[in-house]
């Protein structure tokens, strides 16, 4: 069956797309048809090319042959974009109903789109024609979405809301999640896709009223998914986490998450621009209290665990990115309140108590309250709700003033987390998001010269005051207050803030367990207190201790046979002698003894050799004279040689410049012999020596020996080794160190 012409789908009597049917002629003499105008018959095309995404993972965009396969899908893809558009009223619309492929394609463009917010068109600066082609396709998508919800086209090419209302939402033609592709796809960079995109909600909610239903249960799986990512940040890394396997191409395990935590952030700030009725549903389901929990605990979280596997990670300037996209949502939901303020002046009490309410809930997230504080001033809000609420409550309004004021002081910051680390971009139409993401974290975690706090000294001041209230609780308390004496004042006039009125006052504190600590600086989970130590040789590989292996220590001899036989400590002795070079060990026999000249000695040497010479003379004399007459001739001449060699040898003692101290050591020996002789000599019998052997034992001794052992006994302590020192004295003073 063939169509005769376009005339035939002419509508001169201007009826609704519901009630037009169009008469065809037929071939071979069959009699005329007649087709409503919605029908299947006139979605004839059955294949549509579905479309592939450009980019491959983690922000990287396709190269190569990759790309070039790309480039051919999406000029296919255009063709059958443009075809689609290109169809008559009634058979764009049989198309969308009856031809699920077609369908198929756009919703295969929305789900694997380029979200704006990566801008990945700094990879493709050499190649304009894949960038011209992306963005003609996305135009040809936003056209047919836009053609859907536009029930006039034309006088001729209509049909009644009712009727779009049901094709729309029976037929799935629009969805919640293919409303939030079109957000990731189209996004709020530019002041005309703000435009487009309210436009699209805007027409939906007014068209179909339950698109707002749909969009409460879109907005609670937010809390679903803010839990999501807290499992998969506290667990990535671990067997059993959600995250799944470390793709090759990314940098960090935590990449996924970052890009979903960014993906989220971006979802919500965008609709509540462009969506103002999703502002009051937000309100009531409380998304901005779970927003602030969220900021204040799992994002720090994971951006830490990013930072200490991979310090330029790129998905650390996706977090601080998400950061910022996290306060200008909760932005919107609170001034959303102080809009509906000054819309509703009947409500205006109502509203402006949900605003306080909404920050006084947030106080306990310090984190999210010190950035908001400084993005948005608190205290500019305040005063447009007391211009238009004259019975606001004062306090409350000082109160919520005061305290974000307080936590934004830089006085007050503690150098928290490392998150004012600027991360590397990975985009470049996203450059002034980032830059101000890195503000806020560079503002929220600079610290002055001002002293730090000690909250266990203030905490010991109030206990002393009031003893029965806990640790715990007292903390809690000081974190609202600069210093312990208000905190007391308030506690005894009874005005705490509203979230601690009623707050449990004997809650304790439980410091931090220590092993956490050491579990996030080492990676290992210990349960010693010495765990990390310096002598820990299971966190590192040169501890300061000894690593002993078997029986006995490192280089120890084995037995004691090897241990008499070390002789290590010689060497030690030897060169220690060697250094002072006292006696030259030379082979030659010649070597002559080399010592340093004293002076010191020079005199005593000189009048000791005087001495022994003048006496050596006298004797030598007196042995002349002695000898009688009957000795024989050999006898004198062999004293006379005697005397004359002495005579010579002192005369040749005279020419030497320093005497031999072996001479010297020789004549005293000689001396103290002489002495000690004529000393124990005792009267005629010069000979006769002191018995103290005596006879054998059981013998029986002789009285000479009984009374040389008793005076031996008594006098022994005067002289020998009980007398050392004496000796060492003169031994010193004669010049023989010993």
């Known amino acids: ?137 996305l135009e040809l998508v936003l056209r047919i979405v836009c053609r859907l919800i536009t029930n006039r086209e034309s006088d001729e090419a209509w049909l009644t809301i009712d009727h779009q209302r049901e094709l729309i939402y029976k037929n799935f033609l629009i969805s919640v999640p293919m409303l939030f592709d079109i957000l990731m796809a189209v996004g709020d960079a530019d002041a005309q896709n703000t435009a487009v995109l309210r436009r699209i909600f805007d027409s939906l909610l007014r068209i179909e009223p339950n698109y707002k239903q749909d969009l409460l249960a879109a907005l609670v799986f937010f809390r679903t998914a803010f839990r999501s990512i807290q499992t998969q940040a506290e667990n990535e890394g671990f067997e059993g986490a959600g995250g799944g396997d470390l793709d090759e191409s990314a940098e960090t395990p935590y990449d996924d998450v970052a890009l979903y935590t960014l993906d989220c952030a971006y979802s919500l700030s965008v609709l509540l621009e462009v969506c103002p009725t999703v502002q009051s549903i937000c309100a009531e389901i409380k998304l901005g209290q779970s927003i602030a ?79 908001y504080g400084r993005l948005y001033p608190v205290e500019l809000d305040v005063d447009i709700l007391k211009q238009a609420c004259k019975n606001l409550d004062g306090f409350k309004a000082s109160f919520i003033v005061q305290g974000y004021q307080q936590e934004s002081r ?66 809690r308390v000081l974190s609202r207050y600069e210093n312990s004496e208000e905190a007391i004042a308030a506690i005894l006039e009874a005005n705490l803030p509203p979230d601690l009125v009623h707050a449990d006052q004997s809650e304790v504190y439980i410091p931090p367990d220590p092993q956490d600590k050491t579990y996030q600086q080492t990676g290992i989970r210990h349960f010693n207190i010495y765990d990390g130590d310096k002598y820990d040789v299971m966190t590192q590989d040169n501890p300061k201790c000894i690593i002993k292996q078997g029986k006995g220590m490192p280089n120890a001899p084995k037995n004691a046979a090897q241990l008499l036989d070390d002789k290590s400590d010689l060497a030690q002795y030897r060169s220690r002698y060697e250094a002072y070079s006292l006696v030259s060990e030379g082979e030659s026999s010649n070597d002559e003894y080399d010592d340093e000249y004293d002076d010191s000695y020079e005199a005593l040497l000189e009048s000791e050799t005087r001495t022994v010479r003048s006496k050596q003379l006298k004797a030598g004399l007196a042995n002349v004279e002695d000898v009688s007459n009957d000795e024989s001739e050999d006898e004198e001449e062999t004293i006379e040689d005697k005397v004359k060699t002495d005579v010579q040898s002192e005369r040749n003692k005279q020419l030497n410049f320093c005497e031999n101290p072996e001479d010297v050591r020789a004549r005293y020996e000689a001396r103290r012999q002489a002495k000690w002789n004529n000393r124990n000599s005792g009267g005629a019998d010069n000979h006769k020596t002191r018995e103290l052997a005596g006879a054998p034992k059981g013998q029986g001794q002789d009285k000479e020996t009984l009374r040389n052992r008793d005076k031996k006994e008594k006098n022994k302590s005067m002289r020998a080794n009980h007398n050392r020192k004496a000796g060492a004295s003169f031994k010193r003073s004669k010049g023989m160190m010993g």
């Not at 996209?325 to 949900?354: C, D, G, N």
């Open 410 to 475: 830089p006085s007050a910051q503690k150098p928290n987390s490392k998150m004012n680390k600027k991360a590397p971009s990975s985009t470049k139409s996203n450059n002034k998001n980032e830059q101000q993401a890195n503000r806020v974290s560079n503002v929220t975690t600079a610290t002055t010269g001002t002293p730090e706090r000690d909250i266990d000294l203030e905490v010991t001041s109030v206990l002393d005051v009031l003893p029965h209230l806990g640790t715990g609780f007292v903390r």
């Open 1 to 137: 069956m063939n169509i005769t012409n376009t005339e035939e789908y002419s509508n001169p009597e201007k009826k609704s797309l519901d009630k037009l049917v169009f008469r065809l002629s037929a071939e071979d003499g069959l009699p005329p048809q007649t087709i409503p105008a919605l029908h299947k018959h006139w979605a004839r095309r059955e294949n549509f090319c579905t479309y592939v995404g450009l980019m491959t993972q983690y922000g990287r965009v396709k190269s190569g042959v990759e790309l070039e396969e790309w480039q051919y899908n999406a000029n296919l893809f255009s063709k059958d974009m443009n075809f689609l558009l290109n169809c008559h009223h009634h058979e764009f619309w049989s198309y969308m109903v009856f031809q699920k492929t077609a369908l198929a394609a756009v919703v295969s463009f929305l789900q694997k789109s380029t979200p704006f917010y990566l801008n990945v068109w700094s990879q493709l600066v050499q190649q304009k024609t894949i960038i011209e082609l992306y963005e003609q396709i």
């Open 293 to 371: 929990q969220f900021y204040d605990n799992t994002v720090p979280f994971l951006y830490k665990n990013i930072f200490l596997i991979n310090e330029a990670a790129a998905s650390l300037g996706w977090i601080n990115v998400a950061r910022l996209q996290y306060l200008k949502a909760f932005r919107s939901i609170a001034y959303s309140f102080i809009e509906s303020v000054l819309a509703k002046p009947a409500e205006s009490i109502i509203m402006a108590e949900k605003f306080i309410g909404l920050l006084t809930e947030c106080l306990s997230e310090q984190n999210f309250v010190n950035d």
